[in-house]
């Protein structure tokens, strides 16, 4: 890849939102284990070997960084496209300050809404909104710098830039899912697809964050996320009974096995503590049925 648009894009990588998101030590965070500290419960969440001498938060960036890239470049090719010919310093310019005009409407309207107290989904549906705006921002001032640099050429440089970039990410994730499934033998009972890049990040991003392999499986896999476990009304007794029974919330969609395990250790806590029969009567009663002591 040419070196000077390699230049541009690692500097225009500092101002996307998706990379300060994680540049921040501690940006990465972990649920399950935060569920452990606060409950005293044990066994929920999963710390696996990391490959390469890395911890969790390292791999994770190393990893997000060549995707962000790759994904740059992409979408610094798309909007070149959208430029049409021929390519000017001027159409780059405007084009930026179109997407300042965006962003800055996006913003009074988010403002408008949260002084109106408007449904908190409607904020939020907003908030997004000036997320992506505000990244488009950042990609419209690199888009300008490379028109600058590149001219008319500059198509052709980004088609291979993202190509290449692209094959990087890609390749690094593959053999990163290898070598940590290597390391970690229980993951092999994760059937995750080696072709399909979506489902290895997912594993990955799963074993990272220290979630359990059935936690990750119904992730990444199964494709059990919030929208689907809220329809379940199995699911949503379950975790009823647990914020009742630990005062907290799980801060992230568990698997039924994690969840069923929780119940169970809350059952043997209530056994062990000076009020057990009590404690164990109130969270039969908000489960809606005994439960089986394991």
């Given at each position: 890849m040419d070196e000077k648009l390699d230049a541009i894009l690692e500097k225009?990588?500092?101002g996307n939102r998706r990379y300060q998101a994680f540049v921040?030590?501690?940006?990465?965070?972990y649920p399950a284990e935060d569920f452990e500290k606060e409950t005293g419960l044990k066994g929920i969440s999963r710390q696996y070997t990391i490959p390469d001498g890395r911890t969790s938060e390292e791999a994770h960036f190393h990893l997000i960084t060549k995707e962000i890239k790759a994904d740059m470049a992409a979408s610094l090719l798309d909007d070149v496209r959208k430029l049409g010919a021929p390519v000017s310093a001027e159409r780059a310019k405007d084009f930026n300050a179109a997407a300042k005009d965006e962003l800055s409407g996006l913003k009074n309207h988010l403002k408008e809404l949260q002084a109106s107290g408007a449904d908190y989904m409607d904020v939020e549906s907003i908030a997004v909104d000036v997320y992506r705006a505000q990244s488009k921002v950042s990609y419209s001032k690199t888009l300008?710098?490379?028109?600058e640099h590149f001219g008319d050429g500059l198509e052709s440089k980004l088609e291979d830039a993202a190509v290449s970039l692209r094959k990087d990410y890609e390749r690094e994730m593959v053999g990163f899912y290898d070598k940590l499934e290597r390391l970690n033998p229980e993951l092999k009972t994760i059937p995750a697809d080696r072709g399909n890049i979506r489902q290895l990040r997912d594993v990955v991003d799963g074993a990272l964050s220290h979630f359990n392999p059935d936690d990750i499986k119904a992730f990444s896999i199964d494709r059990f996320t919030g929208i689907e476990a809220r329809k379940d009304a199995e699911w949503v007794k379950n975790n009823d009974a647990i914020e009742t029974g630990t005062g907290t919330a799980m801060y992230w969609i568990a698997s039924k096995p994690t969840q069923e395990k929780t119940l169970a250790l809350l059952e043997e806590k209530a056994k062990s503590s000076p009020t057990g029969h009590a404690a164990r009567e109130?969270?039969?009663?908000?489960?809606g049925k005994t439960m089986i002591s394991r």
């Open positions: 225009g990588l500092k921040e030590p501690g940006s990465w965070i300008v710098k490379l028109v109130e969270q039969r009663r908000s489960h």
